[in-house]
C-alpha cells in the first residue's frame, strides 16, 4: 500500500476484555515498531521486529501485551485483560533504511 | 541507557523564526531525528542528521553536534499551520537492531 495502515482507528474495551490492534506496513519493509503514545507525551517504545523476529520486546509494559508478525509482514498487538492505564494511542511504524513511516494509530480507551 | 530532553511547549508568533532544542544521552548514537506531529494525527518525518552541522530544506532546518549531544530544529517565516508537536528521536545501536528512541516532544504554539 501506499502507506502503514492500522485498524482499527478508535477502540473503546470495557477493562478486563482483550483486544486486537493491527498494522499494515509498507510492502518490503523488513523493520517494523510498535510504540505507545500517552497524551501529550511522545511516543514510548514497545516493541521492534525485523521480519518475522521480534528482536526486542523490552518495553511491553506487562506480560499482558503481546506481539507478533508472523509472515513478516502484517503485525498484531494483543492487550489481555486491558486496564485503564492501557488507555493511549498505539502506534506502529515500518522501515527499510534509517527512515520509519508512521500509521495513523490506534486510540485506545479503556472504560 | 536513553534520555532525551526537550522543551515541553513553545510559543512564537506568526512570520517569526523559532528554535527547538533537544539534547541526548544515549549508549551509542546513528542518527537524530526530527518529526512532526499534528494533533491526533500521526508523526510526520522532517529531518535526519548523521553529522555534524546544519541541514537546510525549506523553511525548516536541523542542527546537530554529536559532541555536545544537541540538536535544534529552526523553523522559519512560521504559519499557524506550524502549531503542532515536535519530536526529537534518536536511533541508536540495540542488541543488533537501530532502536529509535522519542523525547517527550515540543508543544508549538503559533499565534497571530
Known amino acids: 500500500g501506499a502507506g502503514v495502515s492500522q485498524s482499527p482507528r478508535y477502540k473503546v474495551a470495557k477493562r478486563g476484555q482483550d483486544v486486537a490492534l493491527r498494522c499494515d506496513p509498507i510492502?518490503?519493509?523488513?523493520?517494523l515498531f510498535w510504540y505507545q503514545q500517552a497524551l501529550g507525551q511522545g511516543p514510548e517504545f514497545l516493541t521492534y521486529f525485523q521480519n518475522e523476529a521480534q528482536l526486542d520486546k523490552s518495553g511491553l509494559p506487562s506480560d499482558r501485551f503481546f506481539a507478533e508478525r508472523p509472515e513478516g509482514s502484517v503485525s498484531t498487538l494483543k492487550i489481555q485483560r486491558t486496564q485503564q492505564e492501557d488507555s493511549a494511542v498505539y502506534l506502529c511504524?515500518?522501515?527499510?533504511?534509517?527512515?520509519?513511516?508512521f500509521g495513523q494509530g490506534t486510540r485506545l480507551t479503556v472504560v | 541507557g536513553q534520555n532525551i530532553d526537550q522543551p515541553t511547549e513553545m510559543t512564537a508568533t506568526e512570520g517569526a523564526i523559532v528554535q527547538i532544542n533537544c539534547t541526548y544521552q544515549?549508549?551509542?548514537?546513528?542518527?537524530l531525528f526530527w518529526y512532526q506531529q499534528h494533533a491526533g494525527e500521526a508523526p510526520t518525518f522532517l529531518s535526519y542528521n548523521v553529522l555534524d552541522g546544519l541541514e537546510e530544506k525549506g523553511r525548516f532546518s536541523s542542527f546537530l553536534s554529536r559532541s555536545k549531544g544537541y540538536s535544534y530544529l529552526l523553523l522559519k517565516e512560521l504559519q499557524m499551520k506550524d502549531s503542532a508537536s515536535y519530536l526529537c528521536?534518536?536511533?541508536?545501536?540495540?542488541?543488533?537492531?537501530?532502536?529509535?528512541?522519542f523525547g517527550t516532544g515540543t508543544k508549538l504554539q503559533v499565534i497571530p
Open positions: 510492502s518490503g519493509h523488513v523493520s
Open positions: 528521536a534518536v536511533r541508536s545501536p540495540s542488541g543488533g537492531y537501530q532502536k529509535v528512541t
Open positions: 544515549t549508549s551509542g548514537f546513528n542518527g
Open positions: 511504524a515500518s522501515s527499510f533504511g534509517s527512515r520509519a513511516f
